[in-house]
């Protein structure tokens, strides 16, 4: 049964693509008739065929080649571009070899004869100590001119003892006021 | 004759005449352009798609093989295209709009109004039933009805069996019918309304 659907359907199939002789196509057309269903079936088959060949080939826009053709010599001169960036690049890449030979050669001479001379390293050391002992004396002299000023004017030193907490906590009074407890809070809360 | 001139022009390109290219270009952008308008049933698309087609076809004509069709290896070319530009679409359909149809002056035989406006109803509704198909099933009856390639061909082309084409170009023709069951065919044209 199932392979007589078959057979049918590769019949009315063969028979749209004119592949059918005159005898195939007589017993395709009794084997239609013998049902409506079938018939009607068949109608429409003939009726898509009908429809499809119907149809011309669609045309393009006039300048549809002219684009192609225009995108071809675009694409063209983006890779030329591109193998002259590339071409460029490697010779950079060259350049940079050879030149960092040489001057890494030369930094490693340089910093091998720094070491190996006594008399270089005592140098240098001498320069630290010397800037070292520079910045201690600063600090030191700092402290002193500022016990001498405290010993000098004490009374300057209660002005700012009580100005200092005073002038923090109007600050604090006005940050308040001015909504920055609520601000500190939203801060928290994102 | 046109495979001859199409296999030089094909040697002429390789050695570095665009021309040739051109040439191709002209000979087969009407062929090219309606697989590609078929099957995406949108003009800009169509021009986009097939425009893209002969880029790819231009960029791996090293790979053509000369014993075969131009037109069958371009073909073969735009189709894969095309699909993968329903995938895509499919992947990222952000248009709810329907596809608008054709101009009227798609097709180039229509020489009265009234013939013009005939020619884009059938158009229309043509493309509407093609549009309800697979892209698979669509493909084959594109390339049987307006290539009249042959079963071998279009298997050649879709790197599948000829019972396959021909299994599939039956289901993708009942598939149509079963349309027009629950469609009015318009008179377009006594021999389709009588046969």
């Known amino acids: ?190 | 004759m046109s495979e001859d001139t199409d296999a030089l022009w094909v040697q002429q390109t390789l050695a570095g005449d665009q021309h040739a290219f051109g040439e191709l270009v002209l000979r087969y952008e009407r062929d090219v352009f309606n697989l590609a308008y078929r099957m995406l049933n949108d003009r800009g698309e169509a021009e986009d798609a097939a425009q893209e087609a002969f880029l790819r076809a231009y960029a791996n004509l090293e790979r053509y093989d000369p014993s075969r069709s131009f037109k069958t290896w371009v073909l073969s070319i735009t189709s894969n295209h095309c699909i993968d530009r329903i995938r895509r679409r499919r992947l990222t359909w952000l248009s709810l709009e329907e596809p608008l149809p054709p101009h009227p002056a798609l097709t180039s035989d229509t020489p009265s109004p009234e013939e013009a406006t005939v020619a884009h109803e059938r158009e229309v509704f043509v493309q509407g039933l093609l549009d309800e198909l697979s892209p698979d099933y669509r493909l084959v009856v594109v390339l049987r009805y307006w290539y009249d390639l042959s079963y071998a061909e279009i298997a050649e082309m879709l790197d599948t069996t000829e019972s396959a084409i021909k299994s599939r170009l039956f289901r993708a023709r009942q598939a149509l019918a079963d349309q027009l069951e629950s469609q009015s065919i318009p008179a377009f044209d006594p021999a389709l309304e009588g046969s």
């Open chain 1, 1 to 190: 049964m199932v392979d007589d659907r078959s057979k049918f359907e590769q019949s009315m199939n063969s028979a749209l693509d004119h592949e059918l002789s005159e005898e195939e196509l007589h017993a395709l057309q009794e084997q239609v008739e013998e049902s409506p269903a079938a018939a009607d079936n068949w109608k429409r088959l003939r009726q898509v065929d009908a429809l499809l060949r119907s149809l011309p080939l669609a045309v393009p826009a006039d300048s549809l080649a002219g684009k192609v053709m225009a995108a071809i010599a675009a694409q063209q001169i983006a890779e030329l571009a591109r193998r002259r960036h590339g071409l460029g690049l490697a010779l950079g890449l060259v350049a940079a070899a050879l030149l960092t030979v040489p001057l890494l050669s030369a930094l490693v001479l340089l910093l091998v004869s720094t070491i190996t001379n006594p008399g270089t390293i005592a140098a240098i050391l001498q320069g630290a100590a010397a800037v070292t002992s520079y910045v201690v004396d600063l600090v030191a002299d700092l402290g002193r001119q500022l016990r001498s000023l405290a010993s000098d004017t004490p009374a300057l030193l209660a002005l700012l003892t009580a100005v200092i907490p005073m002038s923090m906590l109007w600050g604090w009074l006005v940050w308040y006021l001015l909504g920055g407890s609520r601000l500190a809070g939203d801060k928290d809360v994102l």
